[in-house]
């Protein structure tokens, strides 16, 4: 499944936020959108996944218009997996899980054997299965985040957004979460700060600075020193990182 957006803007108030931005994400493709905080990042997804409304635009996922179509049916094909994700209301991880079986219920069904089997299934592929009679509040930040993607798993979608997953997780959920949805392959747009996590996860790379792309490639291609100290004012060198074969990164200011 593709995901093609076309010409989006975005507006709050007064300031431009996303200026004309178009991009492509091919079947299975892992896609990612890399930049400095407040350059529009978080901000494009939003208006790709209809949380905002951009000014302009279109988004596809093969032949569906994303922005014309109800949410329950753009929920069949498209997940969601965002930075922050706290409650005021508690409920077990299953519950929690379970809720991911909504879009492909019509209103008051009740959860069905299959609907229990997508569940365990993807209590299973996050490493949760032992923590589904848990409560999701007394859990830890990547124990949250790792439940809110096993509930957009259990979506079964045929895409998936990452709207900075990771951005406040330490390393090791940080690999777990991308190494998961990397595995689903499906198409995945994610938006990511961490340089060499975008490097190695991601078969293309999006810059954004000022709410524009900067520049678009694979991350060779992008992620190189006159790039990332355009984007983010710091001096780069690049090398071969011995651990993940990828590129690596030595900054300075």
Request: hydrophobic fraction near 40%; aromatic fraction near 8%; charged fraction near 25%.
């Amino acid at each position: 499944m593709e995901l093609t957006a076309k010409g989006m803007e975005v507006r709050i108030g007064k300031k431009e936020i996303v200026k004309n931005v178009s991009l492509l994400v091919k079947n299975q493709q892992f896609v990612g959108l890399i930049g400095p905080n407040g350059c529009g990042k978080s901000t494009l997804l939003k208006s790709i996944y209809k949380s905002l409304v951009p000014q302009k635009g279109t988004v596809f996922l093969d032949d569906m218009d994303v922005l014309k179509t109800s949410e329950k049916k753009v929920s069949q094909r498209l997940g969601v997996v965002g930075q922050f994700n706290e409650m005021n209301f508690d409920l077990t991880v299953g519950q929690m899980v379970m809720l991911g079986r909504t879009p492909h219920k019509k209103l008051l069904e009740s959860d069905k054997r299959e609907d229990y089997a997508i569940v365990e299934e993807a209590l299973a592929r996050t490493n949760l299965l032992d923590y589904k009679d848990r409560s999701f509040l007394s859990l830890s930040g990547g124990e949250k985040q790792r439940v809110i993607l096993a509930r957009t798993i259990a979506q079964q979608p045929k895409f998936m957004i990452l709207d900075e997953p990771t951005n406040h997780l330490d390393i090791r959920y940080q690999l777990e979460i991308l190494s998961c949805v990397k595995g689903l392959n499906i198409g995945v747009l994610a938006a990511l700060h961490d340089l060499e996590m975008a490097a190695y996860y991601c078969d293309y790379l999006y810059a954004i600075k000022n709410g524009e792309v900067y520049a678009h490639g694979t991350p060779e291609q992008v992620l190189t020193p006159e790039t990332i100290e355009s984007l983010y004012q710091v001096k780069c060198q690049t090398y071969i990182n011995p651990v993940t074969n990828g590129l690596g990164f030595a900054f300075g200011i």
